[in-house]
């Protein structure tokens, strides 16, 4: 008994707060198979190969294992592979609202001020109204949202693939990312190969009916194969870009890859 709590204690590293944190770095399905496991000091040594010994190895693998997850999970990433869909009567209603803030604080916009800018790596750089938005062919999706908060839920989105839109102004495909920037002080991006991915989707209603304040009227970006931090809401620009413009969640150490 003396013998085996002797072994979990390792000088100089808190073995609670280090098991947290790999899983927090971990992506979505290698942490579920952590948790799964028992999410123990010995399934992160058999995951990683690294075996713990004190603080400074503890941070070095940390450190390496955040780095090696978005690369990992962008070669990974197959642009052909779906995102499960769901039927009508799965839909989550309501569907939970969920931002930086309370719902009442969210941002309010005027439909018929609101422009979206497009800038960047186009051809075309004119701004789109939300009439000519609308007129943009419609296509409707059931997909789950997974919150990194910890709660998931189904929806249905309804709008333009995102690639359609892309190609419609021109965009140089060959760019690394495409950033969007929201009324409020919210921004993420995505990476080309998802951007192009069939499901990624220009959303203008939520089950039918135009977009909710709640659910980020007049536009959001539904990525459902991402987090539900990749999908901006009340996006007022979308730029083509090589460079990496970071992200609210991002900036604060959230992995960009995201998968879900
Ligand atoms: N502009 C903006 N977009 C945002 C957020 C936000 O705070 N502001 N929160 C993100 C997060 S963390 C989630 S889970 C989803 C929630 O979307 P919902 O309110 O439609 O459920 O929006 C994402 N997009
Ligand atoms: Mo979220």
Not at 69 to 95: G, M
Not at 187 to 193: F, G, Q, R, T
């Given at each position: ?30 942490r ?24 400074l ?44 803030y ?12 609101w ?32 919150c ?30 495409v ?19 069939p499901?990624t ?27 539900g ?32």
């Open positions: 008994m003396i013998g085996r709590i002797r072994s979990l204690i390792i000088p100089g590293v808190d073995k609670n707060l280090l098991v947290k944190d790999a899983a927090r770095l971990m992506p979505d399905l290698s579920r198979r952590f948790i799964a496991s028992g999410a123990s000091l010995g399934a992160l040594t058999l995951l990683t190969g690294c075996d713990v010994t004190d603080s190895s503890a941070e070095n693998m940390l450190v390496q294992m955040s780095k090696f997850n978005d690369a990992v999970q962008a070669a990974i990433f197959n642009p052909n592979t779906l995102a499960p869909t769901y039927s009508e009567k799965d839909i989550k209603r309501p569907f939970p609202f969920n931002g930086f309370s719902e009442d604080e969210a941002p309010e916009i005027e439909g018929a001020d422009k979206l800018e497009v800038t960047g790596l186009v051809q075309n750089k004119k701004p789109w109204t939300l009439k000519d938005l609308y007129a943009l062919p419609e296509v409707s999706q059931i997909t789950r949202h997974i990194v908060e910890g709660w998931s839920a189904i929806g249905s989105w309804q709008g333009t693939p995102l690639r359609d839109f892309l190609k419609l102004v021109g965009a140089d495909t060959t760019a690394k990312w950033h969007f920037r929201c009324a409020e002080d919210y921004a993420s991006a995505l990476d080309m190969p998802t951007a192009l991915h499901q989707q220009m959303s203008f209603k939520f089950d039918n009916k135009i977009l909710p304040r709640a659910y980020g009227f007049p536009m959001k970006i539904r990525v459902p194969t991402k987090l931090f990749k999908n901006p809401k009340y996006v007022v620009s979308m730029e083509v870009t090589n460079d990496y413009k970071g992200g609210y969640w991002e900036d604060q150490g959230y992995n960009d890859f995201s998968g879900s």
